[in-house]
């Protein structure tokens, strides 16, 4: 089994997300595991069948929070490891997942010995990090060569935009080229999540990878599952972005 090493000074500097998302628990824990409540049920598929690659020695989730992405990966063929910031999160990850292996641990200095894994998955966890290149770099740093880092993040687009009232046509109202602040507030169903992080412009996650000595082997723009009802115009305007970058031999 993989250790997880803690790292000197990190503990006492955690960052705000982990405030973020303890204090969402609750709300996430029922939005994430209400099946097909939320997009991750419309575009889980095109991003395992297209970007994550077979199953090597073992694959690190970084964000994983209460542990879906995870355990999808464990249900094809992974050995995965997930560290999140969040205690309550991780709890319910491994309740639900008694196998599994689960960390606190901050993904820009993670408790992992270099080239500890062949995949890395982060979904929809980089734009929660303050210092998204430093996530790339550490995500790097325990790849082994030739393994994967494998990103679903809101499309650049869609951070800084939204559809009119019309459903046809799409504003961009904010700087797209800026590093912005996040913050939603979103209701559904009867259910409540306020997602926080930050918006960055699609050369920004370039540049990350580029200084992390990663290449871009596999981009998309996925349309969801589901092309009816609320998700017919994101057949238009990509809600989400997925890629595959690749660690030289």
Excluded at 40 to 55: A, C, G, L, Q, R
Excluded at 75 to 87: E, I, K, M, S, Y
Excluded at 158 to 168: E, I, K, L, Q
Excluded at 177 to 200: Q, S
Aim: proline content about 7%.
């Amino acid at each position: 089994m993989l250790r997880v090493h803690p790292v000197p000074g990190w503990v006492a500097s955690l960052p705000v997300p982990r405030a973020e998302w303890e204090g969402e628990a609750a709300n996430w824990l029922l939005w994430a595991r209400t099946p097909g409540h939320d997009a991750y049920w419309s575009f889980k598929d095109s991003f395992f069948e297209t970007i994550v690659p077979p199953p090597g020695r073992r694959t690190l989730e970084i964000g994983c929070g209460e542990g879906r992405v995870a355990r999808d990966l464990r249900a094809q063929g992974h050995r995965v490891v997930g560290v999140d910031l969040a205690p309550t999160l991780l709890r319910s990850a491994r309740e639900a997942d008694t196998e599994g292996s689960y960390a606190v641990a901050d993904a820009r200095a993670l408790p992992f010995p270099h080239g500890a894994f062949d995949t890395v998955v982060a979904y929809n966890s980089l734009m929660d990090v303050d210092g998204m290149a430093a996530a790339v770099r550490e995500a790097a740093r325990v790849l082994a060569p030739g393994g994967s880092l494998c990103i679903c993040v809101t499309h650049p687009l869609n951070d800084v935009g939204a559809f009119s009232d019309d459903g046809r046509t799409f504003v961009i109202s904010e700087p797209y080229l800026n590093v912005n602040r996040f913050e939603a507030t979103f209701e559904r169903d009867g259910l409540t999540m306020t997602f926080r992080g930050w918006t960055h412009p699609l050369e920004d996650y370039a540049k990350a990878l580029e200084a992390a000595g990663l290449h871009v082997a596999r981009l998309r723009e996925p349309v969801p599952a589901s092309t009816v009802g609320e998700y017919a115009a994101w057949t238009r305007v990509p809600m989400f972005l997925h890629l595959r970058a690749v660690k030289a031999d």
